[in-house]
């Protein structure tokens, strides 16, 4: 594994003057109030990407041993997609908005102008540490700001190519990388940002408090566990795989991953049987996962897997040299159980038997709101029992983890669970289709799937890629001022060769006859 990239200093005072001053000092020369030069930073932002996208792939790999398919799948292209989302939305986005008319103030002419909030820091958590850096990163650049980009420094790879990159496609006065952990985390939250975006809520919250910091942050401690409920006449073999599915990829290390299974108790063997059909399937050999980030992160889920009162049904094999944890499946495991005393966060999957629904609502409902709430059933009753009588950051019929993709829907938890980086109240409700439209849409994208082959690989790649927009040659400055030469130039000969028809026909009244 590669070694952390600190960036230079010999105190941390570094940290706390020039780069600070630097970044506020190009924001300050207004470079970022053009729209065309915020889209110039977005493209060269995907190119970045685009450009590196084996480099980068390889990085995962070096730092969470993810299989190439899954980066691809879950980072790469959702990182290309969201710089591009913002490139192409950024003037309609930057516009100034009128309030509805009002007959008390319509001679007032209202307006709310869009204006960006100065510099802001990005800290970066370790499980998606490059979708999770650079997509808020476009929305900072979008909205016209400058930024700090903090890598986490459990993927010092991954955090390496970043500080080599940044410089050579954006502008080094409007972003920059600090390398580190937690000393010089604790200095940069001594600084006063614009905003704040974070995954440590609790240490960003108080920090940003003493500033008067706003902030984003995606958690402020680990209460998110996001429940699953099955309906009994659901469709067993499609919730057996995306849940399965939605539960390893990341090897459980996702925000929004389902973290348990509420099931009513005589459905359970029937829905555990299901389940198995798919295990089988996912992971003849179990080498298809990725592992867990670090030593510390292995040490709490391994000894949660070992303390559980539970039945190991699939799975429950772990290696501390590698950091693995097979996929494991848990069934018969009560609500006080270890695999319930927090969020697991890695690849174990319990079974929690409830004697109803309304059992499972009243458990979720004793605890802190859930990140993400899932429900698998065709009946549109059941799926409005659930929602109505719960609240999660997200609601989810009959699919897993795609949520904080899909575009256009806010994203963020309930109090605990932490808010959004975009500040939205509504709970974002998103529904698949069921049945047979739904295994049809399964077989269009069963590459995501394990066993993750090369075919699958090819597959995605096809299916997923992203064609970008020219390769910019320039900052739009430059550009601009030739544009504008060339418009003048123009200008100038048009009415040279008017002066020179005017002067012909004067002289020659045939000319004008």
Request: net charge positive.
């Amino acid at each position: 594994m590669a070694s952390l990239p600190y960036t230079p200093s010999k105190t941390l005072k570094r940290y706390q003057q020039p780069i600070h001053a630097e970044l506020r000092a190009g924001f300050n020369s207004g470079k970022t109030k053009s729209i065309a030069y915020r889209k110039y930073q977005l493209l060269q932002l995907a190119y970045l990407v685009q450009d590196n996208v084996k480099a980068f792939v390889d990085a995962l790999a070096s730092d969470l041993g993810r299989p190439a398919l899954e980066s691809y799948f879950l980072e790469t292209g959702g990182s290309v997609s969201e710089i591009m989302e913002a490139y192409k939305n950024v003037e309609t986005w930057a516009k100034p908005e009128k309030p509805p008319l009002s007959v008390n103030f319509m001679f007032m002419r209202p307006v709310t102008y869009k204006e960006p909030k100065g510099v802001v820091l990005i800290i970066s958590p370790f499980n998606y540490p490059l979708w999770l850096c650079v997509a808020p990163m476009a929305g900072a650049i979008a909205a016209g700001n400058a930024v700090v980009i903090k890598p986490s420094e459990s993927c010092p790879a991954v955090a390496g190519l970043l500080t080599e990159l940044l410089p050579k496609y954006l502008d080094p006065s409007l972003v920059r990388v600090v390398n580190g952990a937690i000393p010089e985390t604790s200095k940069l939250l001594d600084l006063t940002w614009g905003h704040r975006s974070a995954r440590v809520g609790k240490i960003v919250a108080g920090a940003a408090a003493k500033t008067l910091t706003p902030v984003s942050l995606e958690v402020l401690s680990f209460p998110r566990k996001s429940p699953v409920f099955i309906d009994p006449a659901s469709d067993m073999r499609l919730a057996a795989k995306r849940i399965l599915w939605g539960k390893f990829a990341n090897a459980g290390q996702t925000c929004v991953a389902p973290d348990y299974v509420l099931v009513p108790r005589a459905f359970q063997d029937t829905f555990v049987d299901a389940l198995k059909t798919a295990y089988a399937g996912f992971y003849p050999e179990n080498d298809d996962i990725t592992k867990i980030v670090n030593q510390q992160s292995f040490n709490r889920v391994n000894g949660l897997l070992q303390a559980t009162k539970g039945t190991i049904v699939c799975g429950g094999a772990s290696d501390a040299t590698r950091k693995f944890i097979a996929p494991t499946i848990v069934k018969d495991v009560k609500t006080d159980d270890s695999l319930m005393s927090e969020e697991i966060f890695g690849p174990i999957l319990p079974i929690v038997p409830v004697d109803d629904v309304d059992a499972g609502i009243a458990y979720v409902n004793a605890n802190d709101h859930p990140l993400a709430l899932y429900v698998f059933s065709q009946n549109e009753a059941y799926k409005t029992k659930v929602f109505g009588s719960t609240q999660s950051g997200s609601a989810v019929a009959n699919e897993t983890i795609l949520i904080p993709g899909i575009t256009g829907l806010p994203f963020g938890g309930i109090g605990p669970s932490g808010c959004e980086f975009v500040s939205s109240s509504p709970e974002p409700l998103a529904y698949t289709l069921t049945g047979d439209p739904a295994c049809r849409i399964d077989k269009i994208l069963s590459f995501r799937f394990p066993p993750y082959t090369e075919k699958n690989l090819q597959t995605l790649q096809a299916r997923l890629a992203t064609k970008l927009p020219a390769r910019p040659t320039g900052p739009p400055g430059a550009a601009s001022s030739s544009s504008a030469a060339r418009k003048w130039f123009l200008v100038a000969f048009a009415v040279a060769v008017a002066g020179a028809l005017t002067t012909l026909k004067n002289r020659f009244p045939a000319v004008r006859a």
